[in-house]
Nanobody
Framework: QVQLVESGGGLVQAGGSLRLSCAASGRIFSIKTMGWYRQAPGKQRELVAAITSGGSTNYAASVKGRFTISRDNAKNTVYLQMNSLKPEDTAVYYC???????WGQGTQVTVSS
């Protein structure tokens, strides 16, 4: 079965940057639309960015212009470059397919003011 492992989270100051990585297993990764999701305690999980197999991207309004999703199919990896971070970006970030399967552990991003 496909596994997705997120990494790269941490504690940063407002205005700082982080780059999240999602390492995937499975031979069908390259043809799947992938997404980054986030969830803060007590709040709904939301899709923040998605990227198709062809490289087309879409972003939630709250992160557009600040976050960039990319993928390296040769490495079975999806990235989320997060710039100009704000305290409201604090959440656990998960990667998954656009039609989500099993959720992994995610990676915690905390942005201090």
């Amino acid at each position: 079965q496909v596994q997705l492992v997120e990494s790269g989270g941490g504690l940063v100051q407002a205005g700082g940057s982080l780059r999240l990585s999602c390492a995937a297993s499975g031979r069908i990764f390259s043809i799947k639309t992938m997404g980054w999701y986030r969830q803060a305690p007590g709040k709904q999980r939301e899709l923040v960015a998605a990227i198709t197999s062809g490289g087309s991207t879409n972003y939630a309004a709250s992160v557009k212009g600040r976050f960039t999703i990319s993928r390296d199919n040769a490495k079975n990896t999806v990235y989320l470059q997060m710039n100009s971070l704000k305290p409201e970006d604090t959440a656990v970030y998960y990667c998954n397919y656009y039609a989500p399967g099993t959720w992994g552990q995610g990676t915690q991003v905390t942005v201090s003011s």
